[in-house]
């Protein structure tokens, strides 16, 4: 299924590549990584500013054994799409809103970070380098991922002397092997992804590591994804391991509060004002995970799952099943007008998006 039909051909002028489409099956684009032809790095001293960072032809990076992010896990990430539109201009999604969460990360994680300005013209440049790597309209996106590291040797636990801001992109499709079909979800009893006072509302790395295990176990007894529950009182609604939830009742739309243990997902709050613009109530609670049972809907949403419809969710033992198997009206529904802003086939009346 691997889409490459040869290796991308390296340049040291992009500009004149970047006018053609890589030479890639597009229609089988999955949520793997394939290598394109530029990353972006920029770097910092401990109390200094990033200084002007450059694209460079995508590699192998070197860092010292001994590196921050390697030893005691000083790192964040983001994650945001770069959509080509039917006139074959590239659209970002509110670049500004990754950057401002790596900020409010980097706080947390006792790092320097870059400046939004800095954050969006290093995804722009990015994006243009990598142009051809950008998917036809309709067949995918261009998924961006900057990375902010302790890239400076440490021994003792501190904060790394030296930082390290890179992006790099790559082409994706669907998340979920399942595609746009429903996905099936268990709800983790043990296990928990985040803890008051802890680091799960904010992008780092780490959050990832600890629910590989769950994930592992849940995709080999066939499930799509793992749904955690408050680590206190084991019962309210968190996330899943890469997405925020949301509860569909009637004219309802319920998802787990912003409250430190979740993420605060570009996505959920873009399909927030989304839903509300549309006549929904939207309400952000505590979701005890009582209500999964009588809800009419359950979908997903992250910038690497979108908009994904939940078509069961086992807990305790029984399965709650939602829908013929198909997208729900509501989930249907939000799907289609985000992605639409996204891709530039509706008016963005809210200046969401950024042409470049
Ligand atoms: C995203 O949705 O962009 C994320 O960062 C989740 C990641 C696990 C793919």
Redesign the pocket.
Known sequence: NYPFRRAAVLSDSYSTEASELADIEWDNLG?GFLPTDYMYMMKCTRGGNFSKGELQQFGKIELSPSAGVLNYGQGL????KAYRKEDGNILLFRPEENALRMRLGAERMCMPSPTVEQFVEAVKATVLANKRWVPPSGKGSL?IRPLLMGSGAVLGLAPAPEYTFLIYVSPVGN?FKEGVAPIHLIVENELHRATPGGTGGV?TIGN?AAVLKAQSVAKAKGYSDVLYLDCVHKKYLEEV???NIFVVKGNVISTPAIKGTILPGI?RKSIIDVARSRGFQVEERLVPVEELLDADEVFCT????VVSPVGSITYKGERVSYGADGFGAVSQQLYSVLTRLQMGLIEDKMDWTVEL
């Open positions: 949520f990430f983001e994650g945001l998924y998340y992008k990832y391991s890469s997405c996505t992250g910038t690497a799952v």
